[in-house]
């Protein structure tokens, strides 16, 4: 409640039913003024948030009589269709007679700016929904222990009054918008246009995405190939320090909160090769690190991961790294339980970027052999979970270091090449096998299978390599950087293939 408010006349405040003990009388039952001040307000900014409130809330929610009294004069004016704000309740108070009872016009008044803010309305009411629930059950609860006290009580029938009392306490919960079994609940035409799959995404295009908005993203691979620093350019262009990273658009967020949980100096000193003085105030407003073990393991507390994020308020956590998070990773039952507190962040409108590592190769393994989420440390229900899983490999150090996209929300990116700069923290794309490259470098033009060769220096590239050739030419003739000329088809001449040219505008622009 804002400094200044006065709070309303001292009005009998409910209590249990029934007779109760000395010691009862001193415990106040649950409740909290500052929601119920905070729904009443919010109400009077429009009628529109009396209908979402009444869908939660009984007037007998209310703890304090005035506030149930106001919240009357609320749904009376709602009801036809008048004014709900602070002249019309307390016009109506007044010819009613409960005016001076509620506190006066100036507490009707006060009301109205008690809501830190009306979009929350609904979470407001939700306290006094939960506040009240309590309260009814303590009250049942002194109930029974009054009636099991008394001399020739009866169990059978105590207990058949708790189960119609608990029952009842059942439908009212299942009656109530801000029920635990309706809380999340919305129609499928809302859950289709309106649950976010129709989002840009956080990194990447629609056709090919590296972290889709609503899914977690997974950086995989051993110590030492450039986790750290991948991530570190997404978190500084989730920011505003950048808008691309490998070349792939990164939308911005409001507040990063970083879980440095892993040898967080050195990934403060890893994080300085990117940022000077200059940066000061967007790192201050934009960027939160929380250094070391967190209270409790994520496995161990799902809500954790979403109350972080709303204690400071950030809309982005990143995780680094897994096995600091998780009681242990190998275990299925811990995994699903990591999964839950993952989707109750991300449920929560909190996206969330997790560095984790790959197993120890077996021996003969060939370094060249393409890595499988299998790969990937722990047990499968955490790669299962996520939404997208890049998976970097490479030699500990080594600045030239291959990326692949393991697990995709759309189209699969690369295998790309990239180049680490270790002294100034930043990662490209290697350009000599960046497709537009080659093919700027062929003025005679280039076939999918020419392409293909070119990538894998294989002679004859397999099936899955002239495919993903073909698609990334594609690609480049859909942005206007080449043109395609279709090919003839075979015959006695054996037909010929068809053939890519960087477009004449863009290989002027580059000369």
């Not at 998780?326 to 275990?331: A, K, R, W």
């Not at 490209?428 to 497709?435: K, W």
């Amino acid at each position: 409640m804002p400094k200044g408010t006065a709070q309303p006349p001292e009005l009998p405040s409910r209590q249990a039913a029934g007779p109760v003990s000395p010691t009862d009388m001193t415990v106040q039952p649950p409740h909290d003024a500052d929601a119920e001040q905070a729904v009443l307000g919010s109400c009077m900014h429009g009628p529109d948030v009396i209908d979402e409130v009444r869908a939660m809330l009984d007037a007998a929610d209310f703890y304090r009589p005035q506030h149930e009294t106001i919240w009357r004069a609320l749904l009376a004016l709602r009801g036809e269709d008048k004014p709900t704000d602070p002249i019309a309740v307390s016009d109506l108070l007044t010819r009613q007679g409960d005016i001076t009872r509620v506190g006066g016009v100036v507490y009707v008044h006060q009301l109205y700016g008690a809501p830190p803010s009306a979009s929350h309305t609904a979470y407001y009411a939700d306290i006094v929904r939960r506040t009240a629930a309590l309260r009814r059950l303590r009250e049942h609860g002194i109930r029974t222990v009054q009636r099991a006290q008394e001399p020739g009580a009866d169990p059978d029938e105590i207990r058949s009054d708790i189960e119609t009392d608990l029952g009842a306490e059942r439908e009212r919960a299942l009656a109530s918008g801000g029920g635990r079994l309706s809380r999340y609940l919305v129609d499928g035409w809302r859950f289709v246009t309106e649950t976010g799959a129709d989002k840009e995404p956080l990194w990447g295009t629609r056709e090919k995405t590296a972290w889709a908005s609503g899914e977690s993203l997974m950086i995989v691979g051993a110590p030492g190939v450039g986790k750290t620093t991948l991530a570190h350019q997404v978190i500084l262009a989730r920011i505003g320090f950048q808008g691309t990273v490998l070349d792939m658009p990164v939308a911005p967020s409001k507040r990063v909160l970083y879980l440095a949980m892993d040898r967080p100096q050195q990934i403060a000193k890893a994080m300085a090769r990117r940022i000077g003085p200059h940066d000061e105030a967007i790192l201050r407003d934009r960027l939160v690190v929380w250094q070391g073990p967190l209270p409790a393991s994520l496995d161990r507390e799902p809500d954790l991961l979403k109350d972080l994020a709303a204690a400071h308020q950030a809309d982005t956590i990143v995780i680094d790294s897994l096995k600091d998070a998780v009681s242990t990773l190998v275990d299925d039952a811990l995994a699903v339980a990591f999964n839950n507190a993952r989707q109750r962040a991300i449920r929560n409108g909190v996206e969330v970027m997790e560095l984790h590592h790959q197993r120890k190769s077996q021996e003969g393994t060939a370094k060249d052999t393409r890595p499988s989420l299998d790969r990937v440390y722990g047990s499968t229900w955490i790669t299962s979970g996520a939404g997208s899983v890049l998976f970097i490999s490479g030699e500990a150090g080594d600045p030239a270091v291959t990326l692949h996209h393991l697990k995709t929300p759309t189209g699969e990116i690369g295998p790309l090449q990239l180049i680490h700069d270790h002294v100034h923290g930043t990662t490209t794309l290697d350009p000599a096998l960046d497709p537009i490259t080659i093919l700027r470098a062929a003025p005679g033009g280039l076939s999918v299978r020419d392409l293909a060769t070119a990538q894998t220096g294989e002679g004859n590239p397999g099936r899955a390599a002239v495919e993903k050739a073909r698609r990334a030419l594609d690609s480049l003739v859909k942005t206007g950087l080449a043109t395609k000329a279709d090919g003839l088809a075979g015959g006695s001449g054996g037909g010929q293939q068809a053939r890519y040219y960087a477009s004449a505008r863009h290989i002027a622009a580059v000369c």
